[in-house]
């Protein structure tokens, strides 16, 4: 950790000190987002896929439909999982191996807000309550890590999913479950919206790249739905916040949220 650790200080002094004059390394305003692109259907054996670039971060979201057996205290809906693949191609702090913790977390941050948004009405996903119902797969693969994946994730499952189309079925006289060829749009209810905070000293800032991400204290992760309910709170890292602090910040988090939602809305009319 030594080399890493006295950069590090380094590299938190000099950003800093350019907060300290309201002023980020790459010159944008403390709130000001990087640039968004967003295209779908970028995968072709998927249902639903998207490639994110969020400045100099990319990732590709991938979904896919497979036939599965309900949870038993849910027999009457279908399922979400998510999963997010780290590959050392994508940061040096990266390594090879069984997801590890910040795969984890990104996957479970990035569930919560489509989950808690209801952002798909899982009952329509079941075929055969208690045997047949659709399990959906949401993939994140990370092609360059340069700082605040959360919201970039976020913006790819959302568009992924808008743009996915599941095999329509039927089931035959025995009872089983044939997948046809043909194809039906899934629906979408809500689109959330997730919006990241990094703190570097006092100072709150948004979209952090990732020199900014690697010297912050703590973060704190808003989900939004369009009609700006927050459907979802993640707090990450060690660093604290105060209640003022986090009214501030949600506050702002909810007008970043529109910049980030208009992006989203302008990829998905395209589709």
Request: some cysteine; overall charge negative; proline content about 4%.
């Amino acid at each position: 950790m030594g080399d890493n650790y006295v950069i590090s200080e380094i590299e938190k002094d000099h950003i800093l000190f350019l907060l300290e004059q309201n002023k980020r390394s790459d010159n944008r305003e403390l709130n000001q987002i990087r640039e968004v692109n967003i295209e779908t259907h970028y995968v072709g054996k998927a249902e639903g896929s998207a490639v994110v670039t969020l400045g100099d971060t990319k990732l590709i979201v991938g979904v896919k439909a497979i036939l599965g057996t309900p949870y038993p205290d849910t027999p009457n809906t279908g399922v979400i999982t998510t999963s997010a693949e780290l590959s050392p191609l994508a940061s040096p702090y990266f390594e090879s191996g069984p997801p590890s913790n910040n795969a984890i977390e990104l996957a479970r941050v990035t569930d919560r807000a489509i989950r808690e948004s209801h952002c798909i009405d899982l009952s329509k996903l079941c075929i055969i309550p208690e045997k047949s119902v659709w399990i959906l797969f949401i993939d994140f693969y990370i092609l360059n890590d340069a700082g605040n994946l959360f919201d970039a994730a976020t913006l790819g499952a959302i568009a992924a999913l808008a743009t996915a189309e599941i095999p329509k079925t039927k089931i035959g006289e025995d009872g089983v479950v044939e997948v046809l060829e043909e194809k039906e749009p899934l629906q979408i209810d809500h689109y959330p919206i997730s919006v990241t905070s990094y703190k570097v000293g006092k100072f709150n800032i948004f979209d952090a790249n990732f020199k900014e991400e690697r010297v912050s204290s703590s973060r704190i992760t808003f989900g939004f739905d369009e009609e700006d309910h927050i459907v979802s709170v993640q707090k990450g890292k060690q660093g604290v916040y105060t209640p003022v602090e986090i009214k501030k910040i949600l506050r702002e988090s909810l007008l970043v949220s529109k910049t980030l939602r208009k992006e989203l809305m302008k990829a998905l009319s395209k589709k």
